[in-house]
């Protein structure tokens, strides 16, 4: 029966991928027939819609897989049944195969197999770009009264623009391959409703829950909310972080109020606030990804990590500026900023961020198969 199952709905894919493919679908043919997990999360209903498994729908189904765990505690087939079935961790490696391939342009997909190396000089070259570019411009005496002294606020905005619209550029080609491998309509061919329970999913991270609410399973049998409430605060604290920034922009050119702000304007309050609940979310997630039991975690090549330390050290560096206000500091903490807020904008493009856009177009797509039910 094994050796049925193996040979079952093989997805046609490059050579090396091919074992990964193959034993995804032997694993989802396997679920299939049992549906023990049917009630877990957004997988397996959506599974449940299919009776073979080709590259597009497992790469679909992988990045609507939170890794919870969940339903490899709760599964009869897992090790050390011969049938030895792993969702989670077999869904990892998917998910970790499919940013490379989704990539654009296709160049681009070794900075994604390479996160570490890619991250850390990005990270040194842009800061070092704007250590070079402080030194050889502006008088160093009004280095210390603020960061615009530093870096006129009209440079950040043409080079974090240029950066900005790059980043557009690559989310378009490569959502747009995936989008099409859901097999999604067009955006304005999705009712409101979809788009709504969509976004109920993803902002209460409704598939970290372990299908009862309890949470994820990443120390042995027992549930834990802890996961879930790191994503949730490394989640709002990105967006309170990208209000403030907007409310910054709107502050500057349509109220003529500059920055530095007062610690009680709104700009200030989101940044803050966003700030302080990445360095607790990021520092969470740090901890439940060395904590995870080793039979569901899979080697990613510093992806998970690297975005972590990237948003980390972009609060850390952002909350230190207003306290170095003054100081000699100053120029150099804001370079080191600088440095790490453009290598996470080329996060963004290629790197984890990358599995936050999948995984909301797989939770579209998933509620638009229901409502095709």
């Given at each position: 029966?094994?050796?049925?199952?193996?040979?079952?709905?093989?997805?046609?894919?490059?050579?090396?991928?091919?074992?990964?493919?193959?034993?995804?679908?032997?694993?989802?043919?396997?679920?299939?027939?049992?549906?023990?997990?049917?009630?877990?999360?957004?997988?397996?209903?959506?599974?449940?819609?299919?009776?073979?498994?080709?590259?597009?729908?497992?790469?679909?189904?992988?990045?609507?897989?939170?890794?919870?765990?969940?339903?490899?505690?709760?599964?009869?087939?897992?090790?050390?049944?011969?049938?030895?079935?792993?969702?989670?961790?077999?869904?990892?490696?998917?998910?970790?195969?499919?940013?490379?391939?989704?990539?654009?342009?296709?160049?681009?997909?070794?900075?994604?197999?390479?996160?570490?190396?890619?991250?850390?000089?990005?990270?040194?070259?842009?800061?070092?770009?704007?250590?070079?570019?402080?030194?050889?411009?502006?008088?160093?005496?009004?280095?210390?009264?603020?960061?615009?002294?530093?870096?006129?606020?009209?440079?950040?905005?043409?080079?974090?623009?240029?950066?900005?619209?790059?980043?557009?550029?690559?989310?378009?080609?490569?959502?747009?391959?995936?989008?099409?491998?859901?097999?999604?309509?067009?955006?304005?061919?999705?009712?409101l409703s979809v788009?709504?329970?969509?976004?109920?999913?993803?902002?209460?991270?409704?598939?970290?829950?372990?299908?009862?609410?309890?949470?994820?399973?990443?120390?042995?049998?027992?549930?834990?909310?802890?996961?879930?409430?790191?994503?949730?605060?490394?989640?709002?604290?990105?967006?309170?972080?990208?209000?403030?920034?907007?409310?910054?922009?709107?502050?500057h050119y349509g109220?003529?109020?500059?920055?530095?702000?007062?610690?009680?304007?709104?700009?200030?309050?989101?940044?803050?606030?966003?700030?302080?609940?990445?360095?607790?979310?990021?520092?969470?997630?740090?901890?439940?990804?060395?904590?995870?039991?080793?039979?569901?975690?899979?080697?990613?090549?510093?992806?998970?990590?690297?975005?972590?330390?990237?948003?980390?050290?972009?609060?850390?560096?952002?909350?230190?500026?207003?306290?170095?206000?003054?100081?000699?500091?100053?120029?150099?903490?804001?370079?080191?900023?600088?440095?790490?807020?453009?290598?996470?904008?080329?996060?963004?493009?290629?790197?984890?961020?990358?599995?936050?856009?999948?995984?909301?177009?797989?939770?579209?797509?998933?509620?638009?198969?229901?409502?095709?039910?």
């Amino acid at each position: 029966m094994q050796d049925e199952l193996t040979q079952t709905s093989a997805p046609v894919v490059a050579p090396n991928l091919l074992p990964l493919y193959e034993e995804s679908a032997r694993i989802m043919t396997i679920c299939n027939a049992c549906r023990f997990c049917e009630g877990h999360c957004a997988v397996f209903p959506a599974m449940e819609q299919r009776l073979t498994f080709d590259r597009e729908t497992v790469d679909y189904l992988a990045n609507l897989c939170h890794q919870c765990g969940a339903c490899y505690q709760h599964c009869q087939y897992a090790d050390p049944h011969e049938f030895n079935v792993n969702v989670p961790r077999v869904f990892a490696e998917v998910r970790h195969s499919s940013y490379a391939h989704f990539a654009w342009p296709k160049g681009m997909a070794w900075a994604i197999r390479n996160a570490w190396g890619f991250t850390i000089l990005t990270t040194l070259l842009a800061t070092l770009f704007f250590l070079i570019g402080v030194t050889l411009s502006g008088d160093q005496s009004k280095r210390i009264t603020s960061p615009d002294a530093v870096i006129s606020h009209n440079t950040m905005v043409t080079i974090f623009s240029f950066v900005g619209w790059l980043i557009l550029l690559v989310w378009y080609f490569s959502i747009r391959s995936f989008w099409l491998t859901t097999a999604l309509p067009g955006i304005f061919n999705i009712p409101l409703s979809v788009y709504r329970r969509a976004m109920m999913s993803i902002l209460t991270l409704k598939n970290l829950d372990g299908g009862h609410g309890h949470g994820c399973y990443q120390q042995g049998e027992v549930a834990s909310q802890m996961r879930r409430v790191f994503h949730q605060m490394t989640m709002y604290g990105f967006l309170f972080c990208f209000v403030a920034t907007s409310l910054g922009t709107i502050y500057h050119y349509g109220l003529g109020a500059p920055a530095p702000y007062d610690w009680l304007t709104a700009p200030k309050f989101f940044g803050v606030t966003g700030g302080v609940s990445l360095l607790v979310g990021c520092a969470g997630l740090w901890w439940c990804r060395r904590s995870t039991e080793q039979a569901i975690e899979t080697e990613d090549g510093g992806l998970g990590n690297s975005l972590i330390g990237l948003l980390f050290f972009t609060s850390l560096t952002g909350l230190a500026l207003p306290l170095l206000k003054g100081t000699e500091y100053l120029a150099i903490v804001l370079c080191l900023h600088l440095g790490f807020v453009l290598a996470l904008f080329l996060n963004f493009a290629w790197g984890k961020f990358m599995h936050s856009i999948y995984r909301c177009v797989a939770l579209l797509a998933s509620e638009y198969e229901k409502l095709r039910q």
